[in-house]
């Protein structure tokens, strides 16, 4: 069965502070993709990042960058000198290649304080 | 841009009402999706569309039916709101293959 566990609720940091969101999955599948999605107080889940299991490079977007390492299962998430514009949930999930449903992760909820 | 609208942002409804909630996506999806999100639940999917007039049961159907008779569109139908339907709402699409595009979600309350 697949399963995502993101094992920090939540999280506060004072801005422009580094932080990492953890993220560890399970699957079976060989051929499977991770996503991140955020989620601000407006409520939109937001897509951040797509990763397919064959590509283990990390990938940095501005402030944004992703670890993937298929070794310890892990798909984790950090914020470069923090903005409070990045206060939100932020959610990791995982979705085979059988059909396109895609299994979310509790959440971590993230505050930045000024 | 991917643009997923929904009918409603919030709606009030009493016990025992049909409610509908619509979903629109502009950019051609073959696919689309309904959850719920609850406090410490997470997202949980309802009901999944893979093309019109398809449906498929997510993880938590009961108490809840679909139509999709337009690629574009993907109504979510509470037959009988309960109390416990109080949620937020949350419809995506996306491409097979791909990852999902989310709406600004409907926070509905039965009373």
């Known amino acids: 069965a697949q399963k995502v566990t993101q094992a920090q609720t939540e999280i506060s940091v004072v801005e422009k502070e580094d932080v990492t969101l953890d993220c560890v999955y399970e699957?079976?599948?060989?051929?499977?993709?991770l996503f991140w999605y955020k989620q601000p107080p407006s409520g939109e889940l937001v897509f951040l990042i797509r990763?397919?299991?064959?590509?283990?490079q990390n990938e940095i977007s501005g402030r944004y960058s992703w670890n993937f390492q298929k070794s310890t299962s892990s798909f984790n998430f950090t914020i470069t000198a923090s903005q409070v514009v990045d206060s939100a949930v932020y959610f990791c999930?995982?979705?085979?290649?059988?059909?396109?449903?895609?299994?979310f992760g509790k959440g971590t909820r993230l505050h930045i304080l000024p | 841009d991917v643009k997923v609208t929904q009918s409603s942002r919030y709606l009030v409804k009493r016990t025992g009402e049909k409610v509908f909630l619509e979903c629109v996506q502009d950019?051609?999806?073959?696919?689309m999706f309904w959850y719920r999100q609850d406090p410490g639940l997470g997202l949980r999917l309802i009901y999944f569309?893979?093309?019109?007039?398809?449906?498929e049961k997510g993880d938590i159907p009961e108490g809840y039916s679909v139509s999709r008779e337009k690629k574009e569109r993907f109504s979510l139908i509470l037959e009988s709101a309960s109390t416990n339907q109080t949620s937020m709402y949350l419809c995506?699409?996306?491409?097979?293959?791909?990852?999902?595009?989310f709406g600004p979600g409907t926070r509905l309350t039965v009373t």
């Open positions: 950019m051609d999806h073959e696919n």
């Open positions: 999930a995982l979705s085979d290649n059988r059909d396109d449903k895609i299994i």
């Open positions: 569309s893979y093309d019109v007039k398809m449906k």
């Open positions: 699957t079976r599948d060989t051929t499977y993709y």
């Open positions: 995506a699409s996306s491409i097979q293959g791909y990852e999902q595009y």
């Open positions: 990763r397919n299991s064959f590509d283990e």
